[in-house]
Nanobody, 123 residues
Framework: VQLQAFGGGLVQAGGSLTLSCVVSGRTFSNYAMGWFRRIPGMEREFEAA????????YDVNSAKGRFTISRDNAKNTVYLQMNNLKPEDTAVYLC?????????????????WGQGTQVTVSS
């Protein structure tokens, strides 16, 4: 399974970005998908996950209320809509695929990872 993330960039605080992650190599609809972010010197942080049927979960400290995860199984793509971005959201955002848990929140539950896309939020 290959995952490729797009859509990162530089945005001012309060702005929005939509990240996309295209999956190839296996049946996309069989996988739960997740978004994590990585800040230099820190562990990957869970942001959001979506099951194959569309149910979702969010990190309560950062993503909940500002980020929305969605998927289009026909396009083999998962999205992360990010609103009201803050400078502390600056990170590399990674998408991941899990063939196991329904809505996995732990990085250890994911089987495949993309290379990430940089999001930089200026104050």
């Amino acid at each position: 399974v290959q995952l490729q993330a797009f859509g990162g960039g530089l945005v001012q605080a309060g702005g929005s970005l939509t990240l996309s992650c295209v999956v190839s190599g296996r049946t996309f609809s069989n996988y739960a998908m997740g978004w994590f972010r990585r800040i230099p010197g820190m562990e990957r942080e869970f942001e959001a996950a979506i099951g194959w049927a569309g149910d979702s979960a969010y990190d309560v400290n950062s993503a909940k209320g500002r980020f929305t995860i969605s998927r289009d199984n026909a396009k083999n793509t998962v999205y992360l809509q990010m609103n009201n971005l803050k400078p502390e959201d600056t990170a590399v955002y990674l998408c991941a695929a899990s063939g196991g848990a329904q809505i996995p929140a732990g990085s250890y539950e994911y089987d495949y990872w993309g290379q990430g896309t940089q999001v930089t939020v200026s104050s």
